[in-house]
C-alpha cells in the first residue's frame, strides 16, 4: 500500500488523522509543528511523539516531502528547479534573489489551459491540477527555503482553476500553526475566473495580480482565450467592490499604506501590438477607478508565435505616461532569461520527455 503524504494536510486535518489512529488529538498539532516549523524529513524525526505513535503514523504516512529532481542556474543568481509531482508529471519553480529580497515564483497546475498566446507554458496544455502537497513541496523541499521573504503564485498554471488547492496552500502558509506569513507576503495571478475570482478574493487576503495585457476587450480575447469566460469589463466592475480608487488609505502608522492589500495589473508589452496611443488611453481609463499599480513586462520570444517585444525606450515611455496619469507603474526586471526561467517560458514537456528517456537508458545498462 502506498503511503499518504503528511505534507499538504491543515492542523485539523492532521489531529483528525491522530485520532484516526487512536493518538490524542493533540498529536495532530505536534505533527503540523514537525512539518511546517522544523521541516522534518521523516516522521521518526518527530521526537516528542512516542515511539509506538511514530511506528503507527509509519505504517499509512510518510512526510511526503520530495527534492527537485533537476536545477539550472542563471548567470543573473535566478535559479530554477524542476520538482516531481504525486501525479509522476514536472513542474518548474523558479527561486529569484534580489539582495534583501527572495521571491519564490510557484507553480500550481501541470501546464495550463488558458493558452494565452505569448505564453510558454500554455503551449504545453493541460496535464493536471497540482495537489496542496505539490504546491507546498515546492516551499518544503526548497534548498533556500530559510531565505525566502515573498512568494508569487505566477509560475505553470491558473491559479483560480485550481483554487480550492491554492487557498488551502495559502491557508497553510499564513497559519500561526505553520509558516505564519503575512498574507500580504503572498501575491496571486489571475486571467480572471468568473466565481472563482470573487470567492479569492472573498476569502483570502492575499496580494492579487490580474494578467491584462491589453484594455482593449476584443484584442484581448485574441491574446487570452479566457476573455470569452470572464472579460476584463466585468473583472474591474468585480475589482470596484475590492480595490475602490477612493479608498481610505490611513496614514503614519502601523495601519500604513504599505499594509494594505494590494491589486496590481500585469502587462507584458508587445512591440507594435498592445503599446500604442489608443492603448495608453484606454488603460488609463480603464483603470482609473481602480486603487492598483502596473506592472510591465517584457516579452520573451517563444516559438512559432508571431509577437515581438518591445524596445527598451517604448518601455520607459509606456511607464512615464502612466505613471503621469494617476496609475503607479514599474518595469519588472526580466531575470533568468538565460535558462528559460522568465515570464512566460515556464514548460516542462520536453525535460519530462528527457527525463523519461534518461530512466529508461539507465534501467537498460
Not at 530559510?146 to 503564485?153: A, G, H, Q, W
Request: neutral net charge.
Amino acid at each position: 500500500m502506498d503511503k499518504k503524504p503528511l505534507i499538504g494536510h491543515t492542523e485539523t486535518e492532521l489531529k483528525a488523522i491522530a485520532k484516526e489512529l487512536g493518538m490524542p488529538a493533540f498529536t495532530g498539532g505536534q505533527i503540523a509543528r514537525w512539518l511546517y516549523v522544523s521541516h522534518v524529513e521523516d516522521i521518526d524525526g518527530m521526537t516528542n511523539i512516542s515511539k509506538q505513535n511514530r511506528e503507527r503514523l509509519s505504517e499509512m504516512y510518510c512526510v511526503g516531502s520530495a527534492a527537485p529532481v533537476d536545477c539550472q542556474r542563471s548567470k543573473d543568481g535566478t535559479v530554477k528547479y524542476l520538482f516531481p509531482t504525486e501525479s509522476g508529471k514536472t513542474v518548474e519553480t523558479v527561486f529569484i534573489p534580489d539582495g534583501d529580497r527572495a521571491t519564490l515564483c510557484v507553480s500550481c497546475q501541470v501546464g495550463c489551459k488558458m493558452n494565452c498566446l505569448f505564453c510558454q507554458t500554455g503551449k504545453q496544455g493541460f496535464e493536471g491540477q497540482l495537489t496542496v502537497r505539490d504546491i507546498l513541496n515546492q516551499i518544503y523541499a526548497l534548498p533556500e527555503r530559510e531565505r525566502l521573504t515573498n512568494i508569487v503564485f505566477m509560475g505553470q498554471g491558473e491559479p483560480m482553476d485550481n483554487l480550492d488547492n491554492v487557498l488551502r496552500a495559502t491557508e497553510i502558509l499564513t497559519a500561526p500553526y505553520a509558516y505564519a506569513w503575512s498574507p500580504r507576503r503572498i501575491t496571486v495571478s489571475s486571467v480572471g475566473i468568473r466565481g472563482k475570482l470573487k470567492r479569492f478574493l472573498d476569502e483570502s487576503e492575499c496580494h492579487v495580480a490580474i494578467s491584462l495585457h491589453t484594455p482593449l476587450p476584443a484584442q484581448r480575447e485574441q491574446l487570452m482565450p479566457a476573455e470569452k469566460g470572464m472579460g476584463i469589463m466585468e473583472i474591474v466592475t468585480l475589482l470596484q467592490d475590492y480595490f475602490p480608487a477612493d479608498r481610505r488609505v490611513p496614514r503614519g502608522g502601523v495601519e500604513g499604506a504599505s499594509h494594505q492589500r494590494r491589486l496590481t495589473f500585469e502587462y507584458t508589452v508587445l512591440g507594435g501590438t498592445n503599446d500604442t496611443p489608443t492603448h495608453l488611453k484606454e488603460l488609463v481609463k480603464l483603470l482609473r477607478p481602480l486603487d492598483c499599480r502596473v506592472n510591465l513586462i517584457r516579452f520573451h520570444q517563444i516559438p512559432d508565435v508571431p509577437l515581438k517585444g518591445a524596445a527598451e525606450k517604448q518601455m520607459e515611455h509606456i511607464c512615464d505616461y502612466l505613471n503621469r496619469n494617476g496609475i503607479t507603474t514599474t518595469i519588472r526586471a526580466s531575470r533568468g532569461q538565460d535558462i528559460y526561467a522568465a515570464c512566460g517560458l515556464l514548460n516542462t514537456k520536453h525535460k519530462e520527455e528527457a527525463l523519461k528517456a534518461s530512466e529508461s537508458k539507465a534501467s537498460e545498462k
